[in-house]
């Protein structure tokens, strides 16, 4: 188990650094400069993440309705599937075979001139597993982006989508970082 919870954790980093990099170069910026970029993120990361997961634990806590640990629920998942089907909830291995399939025919129609309408089966994956309001507001973001495109469509290439994208969903986890300092010391 836990040389697949690393296994898991390296293509986690792996993927988001390829996404980086794709989103980079949609933005025009060198391989060079974002290479930089990702070391200098590594150290900053390493400073600034553990007084922020101490302040984000403090005001929310972990693993609870507020903040789920979602990576751990998996892996909680997991373990409790090592002893056997029967630790299962009821209909989990029927879940699992309807999710499978679904996702099987997904990806093919996918491939053909219609796929574009349809729904990523990973993106549908991820929103079962994130809470409600990650996923409404990821909806929201592609109405909005749908709206743009039509309202402004000389000014709503890929790129700035992405760049808007971005800076959107940073800009939501710093201003809950925010709000978790201010619950830390009292003020809200």
């Not at 986690?12 to 980079?24: D, E, I, K, P, V």
């Not at 994956?125 to 994130?130: A, D, P």
């Not at 978790?180 to 809200?188: I, K, N, S, T």
């Amino acid at each position: 188990m836990i040389g697949g919870w690393v296994g898991s954790g390296i293509t986690a980093q792996t993927s988001q650094t390829l996404w980086a990099f794709r989103a980079g170069g949609l933005l025009g910026a060198s391989p060079r400069a974002q290479i930089v970029a990702q070391l200098l993120g590594v150290v900053v990361r390493a400073v600034v993440t553990l007084p922020v997961y101490a302040v984000v634990a403090a005001s929310y806590g972990i693993g609870n309705e507020r903040m789920p640990a979602i990576a751990g629920l998996s892996y909680k998942a997991t373990s409790e599937a090592m002893h056997g089907l029967s630790a299962l909830p009821k209909l989990a291995v029927t879940g699992a075979l309807v999710a499978l399939a679904a996702g099987t025919v997904l990806t093919v129609m996918g491939r053909f001139r219609l796929g574009r309408f349809l729904p990523s089966a990973a993106a549908i994956g991820v929103g079962f597993m994130l809470p409600f309001h990650v996923s409404a507001a990821a909806v929201a973001g592609a109405i909005l982006a749908i709206a743009a495109r039509k309202a402004l469509p000389r000014h709503t290439d890929q790129a700035s989508m992405l760049a808007i994208a971005a800076g959107g969903i940073a800009g939501e986890a710093v201003l809950g970082v925010i709000i978790a300092a201010l619950m830390a010391v009292g003020l809200l």
